[in-house]
């Protein structure tokens, strides 16, 4: 029987290392218009819609496209991004992840995975990760991108366990914003910097004990 509480995880930079890959495809794109896409700005990027992303690097670079141009952009860079993707294999699961996930899994724990990126499947395929979630809510999933809290209210709804009895997993400042604007337990793995406005915030998840995660109480 499942239990009455949630795990929603994010999935670049929480789950496997593509953030890289993405800030490769993104700085890339912006050297089209001569402006340098740093590792700060980039920051602002995860979590953020594809969309979103290129709409901010043109503001950024104070840069303007036709359609077409932004369209040609926008699919290029999903172009370059996969072509990283397509060579993942187990190796570029994230320290601890694996066994975290093993535990909620043999614990009963309905898992989900609420990610902005629209090739999650492909993803958790090429690393043996897919049939860890019960549920997998993507880019293909939703309208509006974090901090927008749709892509997490859908995984709860899709584990049938209330918003606030979810704990979220996030690398992104976007993605911390959106779990605490709906009363989600926030859990920020990464900087401190720039996840000082979550719940709790660890380095990676060998920081992370399955005590811990058992012993999380809604707010």
């Not at 496209?65 to 397509?86: H, I, P």
């Not at 859908?154 to 209330?162: D, S, T, V």
Request: net charge neutral; hydrophobic share 40%; charged share 25%.
């Amino acid at each position: 029987m499942k239990k009455e509480k949630g795990f929603i995880f994010d999935l670049d930079g929480v789950i496997v290392d593509t953030a890289k890959f993405h800030f490769l495809a993104w700085k890339k794109a912006a050297a089209e218009f001569n402006f340098e896409l740093t590792p700060e700005l980039n920051e602002k990027l995860k979590g953020v819609s594809r969309i979103d992303s290129l709409n901010k690097i043109l503001k950024w670079a104070n840069a303007s496209v036709t359609n077409e141009k932004f369209a040609e952009l926008s699919s290029d860079k999903n172009e370059d991004y996969l072509s990283y993707v397509q060579n993942m294999t187990k190796k570029d699961i994230l320290p601890g992840v694996y066994n975290i996930l093993s535990n909620l899994k043999e614990g009963n724990y309905p898992m989900a995975l609420g990610s902005a990126s629209k090739n999650a499947s492909t993803i958790l395929e090429k690393v043996g990760l897919l049939d860890m979630f019960d549920s997998i809510v993507d880019g293909n999933s939703v309208k509006k991108a974090k901090p927008d809290p749709e892509v997490f209210l859908i995984a709860a709804k899709n584990l049938k366990i209330p918003p606030k009895k979810c704990i979220v997993f996030e690398d992104s400042e976007a993605g911390i914003t959106a779990a605490n604007n709906v009363g989600m337990i926030s859990v920020g793995i990464g900087n401190k910097k720039h996840l000082g406005h979550a719940d709790y915030v660890f380095d990676n998840f060998n920081e992370i004990t399955f005590d811990f995660l058992k012993q999380l109480q809604p707010k």
